[in-house]
């Protein structure tokens, strides 16, 4: 890195010690802006680097609620409202045990080159807390949910803020959410995103991580005359992201032959049956291991990160960050990996990251590659603002088209600034670009 960006990292790192994820997130956006430094001292002299790594706001709060047993229960609750320079806040709520401030802090610094990159007006943001809805009823989900609101509404606004799911919060959560929202301020607006289709959803929001997952990966793999067609394809997670992607990689052509959860994953040599997943992870809620009791012929491992020795030719983590290590990464490469892209945030570690680009392996950081269900939620957020809903077919061609523009703009800013395939650098510098020249244009008091 530069002197300049090296001195501050070095300023970063110095005031936020006990971050992390965070700390890794602006290190690799900060080294891949080397180049941009270089050519644009405006941006330099703005201090928009110094700006960008610093939110604009945090707030943390106390959520208390009482769960059926009539005890009382007090989580922590986070939003971090990044950047603002694009557009209203938006990014996700994550419900996990392992949220801290550092967690949504990197994810939220995520969240704005993501969301530059697709195209529309949203700026970056990222909440949640530290509440583990494993295990809790549908009650206490619901009472965890009003709580978490009560305090949060004061800081969020369809014009302001505009959260949805992550980690933890799908459509069961954003209901509970938003009805807590409109009874306090009695008001129906589009304040999330990810809703029921009954009160202001989009069609294809469910589906739009995944599927525009595996459109990234279809225009990575077309830029070396490859497809989907006969690969066998290894997808961590069995969640939202996952569970889509399996979809839409299964119709373009592969076969998914291994699924996981926290606790361990199973292979199918036959294709994953995605009914059973989605019954097992949708309807019941219950393990991954379950179904190995459903489908003959399947395996079931403890330990999650065992999944990446499943040979493949097409990787998907879309479970959690760094759930990829440097060992898992030799491990693909050595079995015939061809490619990789991120459904969920940051699940590849740094070392591994570098591995795999050095390998010659196809490499798609999550910030280009899962663009596609925050651009879905920028379609609900349009539909809303228009009182108009359109049709699936409306808007997931709307997402393939943003994807296919995503992978060009990552390809061509990689190119321009000396790093060509090198789509880490150029989505970072193409996402960067939009947000800084937003933040030149407006002064400095921001
Ligand atoms: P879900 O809660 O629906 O699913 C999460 C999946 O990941 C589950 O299978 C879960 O297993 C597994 N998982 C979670 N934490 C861990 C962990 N610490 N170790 C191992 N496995 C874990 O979440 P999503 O599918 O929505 O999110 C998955 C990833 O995709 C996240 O990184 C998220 O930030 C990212 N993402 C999500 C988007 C969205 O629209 N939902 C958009 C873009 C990115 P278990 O059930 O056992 O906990
Ligand atoms: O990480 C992400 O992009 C999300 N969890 C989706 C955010 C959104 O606002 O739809």
């Not at 989009?202 to 997952?213: H, I, N, P, Q, V």
């Not at 760094?322 to 892209?341: C, H």
Request: a negative charge; proline letters at 4%; one cysteine or more.
């Amino acid at each position: 890195m530069s002197t300049y960006l090296q001195g501050l990292m070095d300023a970063v790192t110095a005031k936020n010690p006990h971050e992390p994820e965070f700390l890794q997130a602006a290190g690799e956006v900060l080294a891949s802006l080397e180049p941009v430094a270089a050519k644009r001292q405006d941006l330099v002299d703005a201090g928009v680097f110094d700006r960008i790594v610093e939110p604009e706001r945090a707030v943390i709060f106390r959520v208390s609620w009482v769960d059926d047993s009539g005890k009382v229960q007090v989580n922590r609750g986070f939003r971090v409202q990044f950047n603002s320079a694009i557009g209203p806040y938006k990014g996700g709520l994550r419900l996990h045990p392992s949220v801290t401030l550092s967690v949504v802090k990197f994810l939220g610094f995520e969240q704005i080159f993501k969301n530059s990159l697709t195209g529309l007006p949203m700026g970056g943001g990222k909440g949640g807390s530290d509440f583990d809805p494993k295990g809790k009823s549908d009650g206490e989900i619901m009472r965890f949910c009003q709580s978490f609101m009560t305090e949060l509404q004061r800081h969020i606004g369809q014009f302001t803020d505009v959260p949805a799911g992550d980690i933890g919060v799908g459509g069961r959560e954003i209901g509970y959410l938003f009805g807590q929202y409109k009874r306090l301020r009695n008001e129906f607006t589009g304040v999330l995103t990810g809703k029921g289709l009954s009160f202001g959803g989009s069609l294809a929001r469910t589906e739009a991580t995944g599927y525009g997952l595996c459109y990234f990966m279809r225009e990575m793999l077309a830029a070396v005359g490859k497809s989907f067609k006969g690969q066998h394809v290894v997808i961590s997670g069995s969640g939202n992201v996952a569970i889509y992607a399996h979809q839409k990689a299964t119709q373009l052509g592969g076969k998914v032959v291994a699924m996981s959860d926290s606790a361990g994953y199973i292979y199918d040599p036959r294709g994953v049956d995605l009914d059973v997943i989605q019954q097992l992870k949708e309807v019941e809620r219950v393990r991954i291991s379950e179904y190995v009791n459903r489908v003959r012929g399947a395996e079931y491992h403890e330990g999650s990160a065992g999944i990446w020795s499943i040979p493949c030719q097409i990787a998907l983590p879309c479970a959690t960050q760094n759930e990829l290590d440097l060992e898992s990464a030799k491990t693909l490469v050595k079995n015939g990996l061809i490619a990789l892209a991120e459904g969920a945030n940051m699940p590849t570690q740094p070392d591994a990251v570098e591995y795999l680009q050095q390998s010659g392996i196809l490499f798609g950081p999550g910030k280009a590659s899962n663009a596609g269900g925050v651009a879905v939620s920028g379609l609900e957020m349009c539909q809303n603002s228009l009182r108009r809903s359109w049709s699936f077919e409306e808007v997931d061609g709307y997402l393939d088209e943003i994807m296919r523009d995503i992978y060009a703009s990552s390809a061509a800013a990689a190119a321009e600034y000396g790093a060509p395939g090198n789509l880490v650098a150029g989505a970072n510098i193409a996402g960067f670009l939009k947000v800084a020249d937003a933040m030149l244009a407006q002064g400095i008091a921001y």
